[in-house]
């Protein structure tokens, strides 16, 4: 005999259906948000429909930029690879291949809804490790981490081969001073909160009794083991950022703008970065591209109006492209996926 259907509860579903209308709520703002950023990009020069065309100019160029987009894509998922081995989680380097192409997929078709990259790698990592849940959440974290502090290494290195262009005005002196703080800074400030948290032992005790805080305290001391493996996640950072800045040098000859010169745009990546991340728009549609024209602006040599814009969007296109075997790799796994999903969330 079939077991009566239990009914739903109004309130749970209720409740759900809030989160989802608050969802689309917040996507459809931001979906504004970002084109009435790219309607003003193009009003102003800044971003050319007009020079998206050259792209079909020169097919197997562009094609070049995806494929090395898609190299990109594999030393990324190596560098979290070696980030989850220093907290004790293996993962076989295929899988976390697979994982990383079909968060990049998700977070390029679905920015601001649906699952995120990051929530799918937390999952494998949990899974793999189902008693260090906090380990595979601080990898992620240390992940991105990681890759932009490398990029503000690029930018130091780049002021120093030549400051003349990166620092020829007051916006730029004071983004390099900005940049030098951090690249120095942030290791000064990580040995520092280590040597007071091993003399205090007020600190350790607190360490002790705050769940998370105590986590956090075994990912340090796991890392700071790591050894070579943390030298080589910072050689695969820097490896990884400089085929990201020789892709927008190569789109910047695909279409015709020759204002900046490759240290230069060594020097705008990691602002581009950080503006893209802001949370105003899916997936930073229209403020990276605003961010990259403007520092771009600043670095160029000689007052152009070239639409600098239109390079990171190009390039946000490579990407997208490139996280297409994301598609297939999802569809192919995707009740492993769920799975994954379900298990972290339970």
């Not at 000064?188 to 009794?209: A, C, D, P, T």
Request: net charge positive; aromatic share 10%.
């Amino acid at each position: 005999m079939d077991k009566p259907e239990v009914p739903s509860d109004p309130q749970e579903n209720f409740s759900a259906g809030g989160k989802r209308a608050r969802a689309g709520f917040w996507f459809g703002l931001k979906l504004a948000v970002a084109v009435g950023i790219v309607t003003w990009l193009v009003q102003r020069g800044k971003l050319d429909p007009g020079m998206l065309l050259a792209t079909g100019i020169h097919p197997w160029l562009f094609a070049g930029v995806v494929v090395f987009n898609l190299g990109v894509i594999v030393v990324a998922a190596y560098r979290w690879r070696l980030l989850l081995e220093c907290q004790g989680i293996c993962l076989p380097f295929f899988k976390t291949i697979q994982i990383t192409f079909i968060g990049l997929f998700f977070n390029s078709f679905l920015p601001g809804g649906g699952v995120g990259g990051d929530a799918l790698r937390i999952a494998y990592g949990v899974r793999a490790a189902p008693d260090r849940r906090s380990a595979a959440v601080i990898s992620i974290f240390v992940d991105r981490l990681v890759g932009l502090y490398t990029l503000f290494v690029l930018c130091v290195v780049v002021m120093v081969l030549n400051p003349g262009e990166v620092l020829a005005n007051r916006p730029l002196q004071l983004l390099g001073l900005v940049a030098v703080v951090l690249v120095v800074g942030a290791p000064l400030g990580v040995v520092v909160i280590h040597l007071v948290w091993r003399r205090s032992e007020r600190l350790r005790e607190l360490f002790g009794r705050v769940g998370i805080l105590r986590r956090v305290e075994e990912a340090i001391v796991l890392y700071r083991r790591g050894g070579w493996r943390l030298v080589g996640v910072f050689g695969v950072s820097l490896l990884m950022q400089i085929l990201g800045i020789l892709s927008l040098v190569v789109l910047a000859i695909l279409v015709g703008i020759d204002g900046v010169s490759p240290l230069g745009y060594a020097f705008v990546t990691p602002w581009t970065w950080l503006a893209n991340v802001l949370p105003v728009s899916p997936g930073g549609i229209g403020v990276g591209e605003a961010a990259f024209d403007q520092v771009c602006r600043w670095v160029e040599p000689v007052v152009s109006g070239a639409a600098y814009g239109t390079i990171f969007f190009v390039y946000r296109i490579s990407v997208v492209l490139a996280s297409l075997p994301g598609l297939a790799a999802y569809l192919f796994y995707r009740d492993d996926v769920e799975s994954a999903l379900k298990e972290a969330e339970g």
